[in-house]
């Protein structure tokens, strides 16, 4: 579809050649997620903003919402990540305009053709980046920018270590860390991940085990500064043995199913630190958001950070794609194209 320049008009309403109607990923009352049409004629809000939808982003997040383990919008409707190209804007608009590439990190509902989203949930996106790379960079982006350089910044020598490490989030924060000379020891679930960890900045890639603490141990005999993880329960409990006095363990997921059990006691082992990090707290206004995701952007431009996706499915294979994601069969990010 090609779109032209237009003037806004002063009463934000569908412009000729939109359709009204448009395929949307909605979780049904089994939890299954199935594709739908939807009709939505309603004219914009002064401050929305219509987008054709180009790709979007799986995450975890919407795992958990399948599994009855996260809240659900009333509408049913999946996906909060994505990139297209703005088709209509609201009265009140003035950042952007039809025929304007954007991408957005939470937006309910981007598992489909056409999404509504409040123009400060937008970011514009720079020519040299293209649909794929700007639709699979915020959501995890933002989370490996604020683990970076928020929760628990390192300096220049020290070591980390990042389970998930052929993951998004954990592809993108060892680029991250790597880039401000972190080193990097990654954790994977198998050898086809390892290159994945290797070509994101990981030093050293290991497997997980029952001797994962003691193979970081012989790596980094001192101990680690601090431990980024996302699996959880089984998995964060031994790697706290790995830790340096005074190192820092950073939970961020629980991709196991269940959160790390660590104790007041356990810490006191190493007089270690302990987060559990929700992006509400670093991610809180539309302010924050959209300065995290320009800067995000400018990264991929200058070669900081490296988006890969992993696999792209139809819109019609999202139950697949869940599958794939939960079951750790997929290297990267995960997209679905309209």
Known sequence: MTFNWVE??????????????????VLDESFEARVETVTDASPLDPHQVRVQV???????????????????????????????????????????????????????????????????????????????AAGALLFQGQTASYLCH????????ETAVVTAA?????????????????????VVSSEAKTDAA??????DVLLYGDGLAEDVRALAPGGVSAVY???GAGVAEPLLRTLRPRGAMVLYGSASGRDAD????????GSFYLTRTAGRDYLGTDEQMRATGEQLLQWVID???????????????????????????????????P
């Open 8 to 25: 806004c008009s002063r009463e934000a309403r569908p412009r000729e050649g939109i359709s009204a109607m448009s395929l949307q990923v």
């Open 54 to 132: 180009a790709c979007a982003g799986l995450n975890f997040w919407e795992v958990l919402q399948r599994r009855g383990r996260a809240p659900i919008p009333a509408s049913r409707r999946l996906g909060t990540e994505g990139a297209g190209v703005v088709q209509e804007v609201g009265a009140a608009v003035t950042d952007f305009r039809p025929g304007q590439r954007v991408a957005w990190s939470r937006v309910p509902g981007s598992f489909a053709e056409a999404v509504v989203a409040p123009a400060t949930a937008l970011v514009s996106v720079p020519q040299e980046v293209d649909d794929a």
């Open 150 to 157: 928020h929760t628990w910044p390192l300096e220049r020598g």
């Open 166 to 186: 052929a993951g998004g989030v954990g592809q993108l924060l060892s680029q991250l860390l790597s880039a401000s000379g972190v080193r990097v020891i990654g």
């Open 198 to 203: 290797r070509a994101a900045g990981a030093s």
């Open 229 to 231: 993880d996302a699996v």
């Open 262 to 269: 660590i104790s007041a006691k356990d810490l006191g082992a």
């Open 303 to 337: 070669g900081t950070v490296r988006p890969t996706i992993g696999a792209t499915y139809p819109l019609a294979e999202v139950g697949r794609a869940l599958d794939d994601l939960e079951s750790r069969r997929t290297i990267g990010k995960v997209l679905l194209r």
